[in-house]
Nanobody, 123 residues
Framework: VQLVESGGGLVQAGGSLRLSCAASRRTVTNNAMGWFRQAPGKEREFVASISWNGGRTEYADSVKGRFTISRDNAKNTVSLQLSSLAPEDTALYYC?????????????????WGQGTLVTVSS
C-alpha cells in the first residue's frame, strides 16, 4: 500500500485546513486508518484514528473538538479536517494504515505510513 498525503500548508492561527490521504496499490477498506504528527524536535504523536467502516473514531486530547477524521472507502481515502488551528499544531502530519480493522494511538498497530504533509500555523 502506498499512502500519499496532501492539503498541508501555511495558515494563520484560528484557521482551518483539510488534509487528505490517498491509498494506492491496494485497498485499505478493511484497515483502520490513523493520523499522526511530528513537530520539530519532538517525537511523533497520535492525532486521530478511524475504524474500517468509520463507526469508531478516537482523538488525542489536544485535538478533540477541533479536528475531525473521516474516510471514503469508495475512493480509498481518509481525511482530517483541522479547525481552530494554533501554532502548537505546526507539524508534519502522517497518514497510516493499520494492520487490523480497529486501531488506536499505538503506532505499532500501523503497518503502512505516508511521507507526510507539512502544516504550519502562524501566530
Amino acid at each position: 500500500v502506498q499512502l500519499v498525503e496532501s492539503g498541508g500548508g501555511l495558515v494563520q492561527a484560528g484557521g482551518s485546513l483539510r488534509l487528505s490521504c490517498a491509498a494506492s496499490r491496494r485497498t485499505v477498506t478493511n484497515n483502520a486508518m490513523g493520523w499522526f504528527r511530528q513537530a520539530p524536535g519532538k517525537e511523533r504523536e497520535f492525532v486521530a484514528s478511524i475504524s474500517w467502516n468509520g463507526g469508531r473514531t478516537e482523538y488525542a486530547d489536544s485535538v478533540k473538538g477541533r479536528f475531525t477524521i473521516s474516510r471514503d472507502n469508495a475512493k480509498n481515502t481518509v481525511s482530517l479536517q483541522l479547525s481552530s488551528l494554533a501554532p502548537e499544531d505546526t507539524a508534519l502530519y502522517y497518514c497510516a494504515a493499520a494492520y487490523r480493522s480497529y486501531a488506536s494511538a499505538d503506532p505499532t498497530q500501523y503497518r503502512y505510513w505516508g511521507q507526510g504533509t507539512l502544516v504550519t500555523v502562524s501566530s
